[in-house]
């Protein structure tokens, strides 16, 4: 496999948190979340982003997800995509965010 048929099989995509709860079940504090991505539907996933944000501040935003992994169960809550992010200087974990509206479900590349 060449690097872009790697990166390419990576399907990344444009979502919108539409509901966000506290994990109580994990082992580190974390989020469950609903994000809608349009034609693809609602999927879900638990992340850590509790230090930055409340649940609150994260409905309505537009994130970037892996939607091609398969599902996982973290703490009894089924992960069905990856949102990614980075980790700030003191620790915190930044979720990626397209920096304009683009459409939901839109691939990313």
Known sequence: MTPYEAFSSVDMRIGKVIKVE???KAKKPAYKFWIDFGELGVKTTSAQYTQLYTEENLIGEHVVCVVNLGTRNIAGFASEVLMLGAENASGGVVFLKPERAV???QTVF
């Open 103 to 105: 459409t939901l479900g």
């Open 22 to 24: 506290i994990n109580e």
